[in-house]
């Protein structure tokens, strides 16, 4: 334990299961306070109970403007104030550019962007409100840079997510309020195993066919992204901000 986030008070949006639940365990091992939110309340009620006094659970759906900004009232109120958010609220469903109805599409960006667009919005009238600074880390996929024919509206509010995080970043520097991303490749979580078994068909074996494949002889970790997360958060990774850094193992550009 390094303690790089001791005393601060951390947010996570989709904090509740998966890649979420790896950020709030690795913000608790670094010293934080951390309120996690999910759309049912079950998860996260097994997370404060593996975690501790320092988790808090909020019931919320980010795709509700209301709701996403209430997740950062909860934190205010109980905690008096918020010094970093995390926007790890996610959805995969697929769908082309022939066939996304639009109710797909509006889903997607409901969750994807517009949600973190109003969870950003309320931390950052936060912190300027008290003049403090503060860290924001957006979840964002590789699959911004293109992605899969099979993921068009994803890819669509994801790649959104990506200018968003820039923008809020130049505007707020003065404010010494930094924002960067992460656009995380595919990544070995609960989650994903029910999407490879929802969409692709896979079976028990999947995860083992996937690494034999990779560069790396792995899918993506959730304790390294959150490693990584708990990095930017922090006041170890200096002054950085805007950046959007694709943490994946493809080279984006590369050809064989």
Same mark, same amino acid.
């Given at each position: 334990m390094q303690e790089l986030l001791t005393d601060k008070v951390v947010v996570i949006v989709g904090g509740? @299961?998966? *890649?979420?639940?790896? /950020?709030?365990?690795?913000?608790?091992?670094?010293?934080?306070s951390v309120v996690v939110t999910g759309r049912r309340p079950e998860?996260?009620?097994? *997370?404060?109970? &593996? *975690?501790? &006094?320092?988790? @808090?659970?909020?019931?919320? +759906?980010? @795709?509700?403007?209301e709701q996403a900004?209430?997740?950062?009232?909860?934190? @205010? &109120?109980?905690?008096?104030? /918020?010094?970093c958010l995390v926007n790890c609220a996610g959805l995969t469903d697929r769908g082309s550019i022939l066939d996304t109805t639009p109710e797909l599409f509006d889903r997607q960006v409901a969750t994807n962007l517009r949600g973190p667009f109003f969870t950003m919005q309320a931390a950052i009238a936060d912190m300027t409100s008290r003049g403090e600074p503060g860290t924001i880390v957006n979840i964002s996929s590789i699959s911004a840079r293109g992605g899969q024919p099979f993921l068009a509206p994803y890819v669509a509010a994801k790649a959104g997510l990506m200018g968003l995080t820039k923008n809020?970043?130049?505007?707020?520097?003065?404010?010494? /309020?930094?924002? +960067?991303? *992460? +656009? /995380?490749?595919?990544t070995e979580t609960s989650g994903e195993d029910e999407t490879q078994r929802?969409?692709?068909?896979?079976? %028990? %074996?999947?995860v083992e066919q996937a690494n034999a494949r990779l560069p790396m002889g792995k899918l993506g970790q959730v304790d390294e992204i959150a490693d990584a997360v708990v990095f930017l958060l922090s006041d170890r990774s200096g002054v950085v901000t805007g950046s959007v850094i694709d943490w994946d193992q493809q080279v984006i550009g590369g050809q064989d």
């Open positions: 509740t @299961s998966g *890649l979420g639940a790896g /950020i709030a365990a690795a913000a608790v091992r670094e010293g934080a998860p996260g009620e097994a *997370l404060v109970d &593996e *975690l501790g &006094e320092s988790v @808090s659970a909020v019931t919320g +759906n980010v @795709s509700d403007p900004k209430g997740v950062v009232a909860a934190a @205010s &109120e109980r905690y008096g104030r /918020i010094d809020v970043a130049h505007a707020h520097k003065h404010d010494r /309020i930094r924002v +960067n991303a *992460l +656009n /995380i490749g595919w929802r969409w692709h068909g896979a079976g %028990d %074996d999947w």
